[in-house]
């Protein structure tokens, strides 16, 4: 298992923590020290979405409502994802597992792979604040009854992975409300990848 100093070359991590605590942002500084892809559920469906595939037309609605796709749909879409030869080399997972349905699909398909995660990464940041930096973002579905109902969501059906990993004893946790390079740093060292520049 991963401890602080250990190098996670090919590690396979989970990115957990609310709508907006910079999981995006911390995932690309990790994934590019790892040398894993970063691998997010949302950016997959908002792609989905901006083709029109029939995958982004069923999903378009539920999105833009703040509520989650349902976990079948997310499980197909997830074991294609991990099935690619880039995630052989293991992955930076943002914004799935959601629910705990998803994290027994998740851990499924990592035993019919014979492998496991290393290390799953809380990123956790004050309400208040994730309603501001949501409103700054702007994206479509950013209006402020949405960001409340994606943080509702959140507290109701992700927030219990916190103690489902805790007691797998994968949970690391970062403190997100700093600025960027601070936390970047907290992660670094977490992850043993070395200063900046590295
Ligand atoms: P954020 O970064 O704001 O938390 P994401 O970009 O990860 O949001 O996801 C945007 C939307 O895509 C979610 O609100 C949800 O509707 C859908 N989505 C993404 N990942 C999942 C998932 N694992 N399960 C269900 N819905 C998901």
Known sequence: MAGAG???????????????AGKGTQGQVLCQRLGVPAISTGDMLREAVADGSELGNKVQGIMASGALVDDATMADVVRDRLAKPDAGRGYLLD???????????????????????DA???VDVPEDELVRRALLRGRADDKE??????????????????GYYRERGLLREIDGNRPIEEVTAQMAGLFGTGPEGD
């Not at 960001?147 to 992975?161: D, F, G, H, M, S």
């Open 6 to 20: 250990k190098s996670l070359q090919g590690a396979r991590i989970v990115l957990l923590g609310p709508p907006g």
């Open 95 to 117: 914004g799935y597992p959601r629910t705990l349905p998803q994290a027994e699909t998740l851990a499924g398909i990592l035993r019919d792979a014979g492998q496991e995660l």
């Open 120 to 122: 799953v990464l809380l």
């Open 145 to 162: 009854e949405v960001i409340r109902e994606r943080l509702r969501v959140y507290r109701e059906k992700t927030a219990p992975l916190i």
